[in-house]
């Protein structure tokens, strides 16, 4: 029975008013900000998504004509559907980014799980090691995979050396490079949901299971993955939301065909400077993402209620 | 007879009505209360009686949805925490954890805007009080968890207010400790004379602790009363239940005459013979209540005027009492506990023994439900 | 059990091995004498020195530190009353519009943000003439926008484990709120305010995506020098400016750590004095 969770009575008093000012104060600040600087920009894509382009300073028409009349167009859609590029990029991102979740859930579960059974001494800096690399340079860390995975680079040149091969192996430019650019950079943002879901849960669930009887990967499977689940969603999504829109990665380790959205959305806006399809191709971007966004977000004010 | 039965005395805080809506949970439910100076008043019930909401209504915390909150004659509904002469020991003492143990008990003061001076004095002395006096420089992660509760009463304490707020002050201290602390709490009550009111579920704690007792249930008042009436003469199956344990024998009145009622209980096929002055209509439906202690335990045949036989089937040994759980021939429960007087040389009363059980006609109260 | 253990043990192995790896190689070609990234030819500092004598890095990169602290110190303003906003409030009016604008940025893709970003100040510039041009000012606005959200994460969430009853007793003592926020609250969650400063001064030296899309014509921050520099290949003066980042990152980490793990000791020596002076 917290203070907090107080709700507003009718009456009125002094007391009330001062606080509504103090606490009208405090919220409207932040909130009118992110209202001006985060909701009205995507009012504005959306606008500009229904307008043609021109070759003008904005470079798109106006929503209303100078007779005042509205010129909205669906053209930019319509073109979406049309050119197969589109497409297949949405397509083609969702499966990146799924497989690169995928591949992060399979190396993070384990890594969680790990640092939320070492000794209570190492687990803060395990949890450390995990966090460091995030504060580093994201753009400099996808650069470390290029002198990696060229075909002069630390792999190639290590397995010719070792006479496992004689001819470099092309694994810069390709989708799997990004997989591993993916997976290498938001490894961190799967791990630490997950290390929070597992850390909470008691060991002494898994010891109960065992002690009635249950193997032990029969005790995980019943016990610790289903209540490791909050922390599996959160993570996914962590990473599988901004990865659909990744642009860094696939276009410094992808190849000319591994077409990814936010890198199509770049080149339509500074290649072909066209501002109406670069925003028809974010709102379809949104849309795509809708659910998994609005996902997170169900799952972030359910944590705050618990 | 104690002070507030004066019926001339003027109460100190009085409660009119009050409600707390949570959306459409009623958390407090019409509380009217009247607490005079220099009480020490227990809100006691179970989770969820209303008894922390109401006291936080009291500190200024919450709004109640209705009704009104006086103090010392003025009314103090809608005045905020910070202006009421009201101070609250929280439950977790609140301690402030970036600040010495001086600097948590100056800070009331300092926000009242006393002189340098005087604060020094003042929060000197009521370290005194509590005996922390050269513990003054630490920070409440260095205390001890009894150490930290006389610094969160300190800090109320050194405002002089006229009225205390305790939220479970024994709660989060051990057993050994909340016996020790409970004589220091009432101890410094008398010594600084400032009307307290604390909460607590525990009903030991507010039946040693307090002049008198508001038992809560389900955001209403059951009864109010001094521990002795709680404890004697409960009004309800809830109260009855709630202070120590109890027996009931459901029946109806079939005689009542000078003072005494008969009540037939067809459940023992027979009748209960009970001391009231209450004025019930022949037929209604009472409870007859019994508590353990008042029922005697024998192997012979009783000469006293309610008496049943029945069969121990449970026997607890607790030391300075013994207690039983005797099967009646209708198959009922009764709860008895016996002092442990007899010699040892005697046989006592064993599993499975035929046993008669008796009570005076005053031993046991009628309730209405 | 043993098993698992063992199991654990090699997937936290290969976990640390895959994150620290490639960072390991930056910082060894680093010192590499030769021009071929990947080839080992000898020890040398050269391209620190070629780093050094770069105008177009060292501006980015003062650039983009003068950024990041304008951004940080606002994000932390603006984060630090959201959070409060969310954590203390209860329930106001637009509360979930409040929340899913605080929640969103974290996981928006980046182009997207970029993108809106962009055309709001266009728009905006068309409107009322504000802000003229693109560059410093609308890099930081964008910056501050999503690392506030951040800020407001942690602070919640450090809020939320803060026992309010002590926000209330200082009411109950006589403060009015503000001071309460003021010399109560704030103090208490001073370390999460160090922490959401250090996050955003980070998430604003680390963007390339957003500041590519609202930045004008001179104002090139790092990232996006950097990113038409790696465009055409690797280049050892990166690897460079990579282990220079690395280590202040590290060394950064390691005096917090020792400072916490100080600090640790201390309370927990406090503690046991103060059970010694029970008995």
Known sequence: ????????????????????????????????????????????????????????????????????????????????????????????????????????????????????????????????????????????????????????????????????????????????????????????????????????????????????????????????LPLSVPGIIAGSLLVFIPAVGEFVIPSLLGGPDSLMIGRVLWDEFFGNRDWPVASAVAIALLLVLVIPIMLFQRMNLRREGA | ????????????????????????????????????????????????????????????????????????????????????????????????????????????????????????????????????????????????????????????LVKRPKLLLLDEPLAALDKKLREHTQFELMNIQEEVGITFIVVTHDQEEAMSLSTRIAVMDRGQIAQVGTPTEIYEYPKSRFTANFIGSINFFDGKVARSEEGELTVTVPDLGRDLHVRSTRQLAIGSDVSVAVRPEKIVISRDPLDLPNSVRGKVRDLGYLGSVSVYRVELENGALIKVSAANTRHSAEREVDWDDEVYLGWRATSAVVLTE | MRRRNWFLFSALCFGFAFLYGPILSLIVYSFNESRLVTVWSGFSTRWYGELFRDPQIIDAALLSLRIAAVNATFAVALGTLAGLAVARFGRFRGRTLFTGMIAAPLVMPEVITGLSLLLLFVTLEAAVGWPSGRGVTTITIAHITFSMAYVAVIVQSRLSTMD????????????????????????IIAPALVAGWLLAFTLSLDDLVIASFVSGPGASTLPMVVFSKVRLGVSPDVNALATIIVGVVTLAVIVSGWLMIRSERRRERDVQAALADRS
């Open chain 1, 1 to 224: 029975m917290s203070g907090a969770a107080s709700e507003e009575p009718s009456g009125s008093g002094r007391r009330r008013a001062f606080w509504l000012s103090g606490r009208g104060l405090v919220s409207s600040i932040p909130y009118l900000w992110l209202l001006l600087f985060f909701l009205l920009p995507f009012a504005i894509v959306l606008k500009i998504s229904l307008a043609e382009p021109i070759i003008a300073q904005p470079p798109f028409t106006p929503l209303f004509g100078p007779d005042g009349s509205l010129q909205a167009t669906i053209d930019n859609f319509l073109f979406l559907l049309e050119d197969s590029l589109y497409i297949v990029a949405y397509l083609n991102s969702l499966k990146i980014a799924g497989i690169s979740t995928l591949l992060c859930l399979l190396i993070g579960y384990p890594m969680a799980y790990g640092i939320a059974r070492s000794p209570r001494a190492i687990r803060n800096i395990l949890l450390l090691l995990v966090i460091l690399p995030f504060w580093t340079s994201f753009l400099l860390r996808v650069y470390a995979w290029m002198g990696i995975l060229r075909n002069n680079g630390l792999i190639n040149n290590l397995l010719m050396w070792l006479g496992v091969i004689d001819q470099p192996i092309q694994m810069m430019n390709s989708d799997f490079a990004i997989y591993i650019g993916i997976t290498y950079s938001y490894l961190p943002f799967m791990i630490l949901p997950l290390y929070a879901a597992l850390e909470r849960l008691s060991p002494d669930l898994v010891e109960a299971a065992e002690d009635l009887g249950c193997r032990p990967w029969k005790a995980f499977l019943t016990i610790t």
């Open chain 2, 1 to 156: 007879m104690t002070k507030w039965r004066k019926p001339d005395e003027v109460p100190f805080l009085r409660l009119e009505g009050v409600v707390k809506r949570f959306g459409d949970f009623a958390a407090v439910d019409g509380v009217s209360l009247d607490i005079y100076r220099k009480e020490l008043f227990c809100l006691l019930g179970g989770s969820g009686c209303g008894k922390t909401t109401l006291l936080r209504m009291l500190a200024g915390f919450e709004q109640p949805t209705a009704g009104r909150i006086y103090l010392d004659g003025a009314d103090i509904t809608e005045a905020p925490p910070y202006e009421r002469p009201i101070n609250m020991m929280f439950q977790s003492y609140a301690l402030f954890p970036h600040m010495s143990v001086e600097s948590n008990v100056a800070f009331g003061l300092k926000q009242d805007g006393v002189a340098r001076v005087e604060i020094r004095r003042r929060v000197a002395e009521a370290l005194e009080l509590v005996q922390l006096g050269p513990l003054a420089k630490r920070r409440p992660h260095q205390l001890s968890g009894g150490q930290r509760q006389r610094v969160a009463l300190a800090r109320c």
């Open chain 3, 164 to 187: 309010a009853s002590v926000e209330e007793a200082a009411l109950d003592l006589g403060a009015r709120p503000w001071k309460v926020f003021l010399v109560i609250t704030l103090p």
